[in-house]
């Protein structure tokens, strides 16, 4: 790995809704939609954001009907699995977190 393509991972995690979409996949693989009402954002912001983690390697996205679900890609380097774990396990605690969760299992009930 080279150091652009480190600051480009950097980059992509220095930003709060990212977080809380990793938090969010790491539970499961959701749609657009879904992550669109849990953290109450549009469409379009999501979309940039997904794409954004896309091009990092750290989430995926694969066709069920007419829906891209998204999901947590398992790294196999050192320095993103490192990373990941800081954020879903290191920052778990924090209370927006918690509140995301939450709100998916609402959305899971409904």
């Known amino acids: ?8 991972i950097l980059t992509a995690f220095a930003d709060n ?3 809380r ?3 969010l996949l790491n539970e499961k693989e959701l749609n657009v939609a879904e992550i669109c009402q849990i953290l109450r954002l549009t469409q379009p912001n999501v ?4 794409t954004r983690l896309r091009l990092t390697g750290i989430v995926g996205d694969k066709r069920k009907g007419r829906y891209a ?15 990941l774990k800081s954020i879903t396990e290191e920052l ?3 209370e ?3 509140k995301d969760i939450e709100k998916l ?6």
């Open 105 to 110: 299992g609402r959305i899971e009930r409904s």
């Open 92 to 94: 778990g605690d924090l």
């Open 17 to 19: 809704h990212r977080l």
């Open 69 to 83: 679900y998204y999901f947590l890609i398992k790294p196999e380097n050192k320095f993103y699995i490192q990373l």
């Open 1 to 8: 790995m080279d150091i652009r393509k480190v600051s480009q």
């Open 47 to 50: 979309s940039k954001h997904l």
């Open 96 to 98: 927006i977190f918690k």
């Open 21 to 23: 979409i990793i938090n």
